[in-house]
Nanobody, 115 residues
């Protein structure tokens, strides 16, 4: 059974940093396309960052230069390093994995950026 367990969300002040983690079981991240999405109430999910099997990355314009998606294949973990956080980054963040057996979503972790 595929499981995605996320952690790392929390409350931070503007300019601070957070690292989100996604631990996978039942699916191999290195054989999959992994992404981080975020959603605020009343809005559709928006892709924040994507990591391809070969390591190629893609970022949404609002987070370019501030966020970094990475993978630890040995641990089967995906991370989102978020620097210079802004209030508009406040959202529920979740990981998304697209592999040979299908597409799966994490449960989401709340990130709140407020002074």
């Amino acid at each position: 059974q595929v499981q995605l367990v996320e952690s790392g969300g929390g409350l931070v002040q503007p300019g601070e940093s957070l690292t989100l983690s996604c631990a996978g079981s039942g699916i191999i991240f290195s054989n999959s396309i992994t992404s981080w999405y975020r959603q605020t109430p009343g809005k559709q999910h928006t892709m924040v960052a994507t990591l391809m099997q070969d390591g190629t990355t893609n970022y949404a314009d609002p987070v370019k230069g501030r966020f970094t998606i990475s993978r630890d294949s040995a641990k089967n973990m995906v991370y989102l390093q978020m620097n210079s956080l802004k209030p508009e980054d406040t959202a529920v963040y979740h990981c998304d994995v697209r592999g040979p057996i299908g597409r799966f979503w994490g449960q989401g972790t709340q990130v709140t950026v407020s002074s």
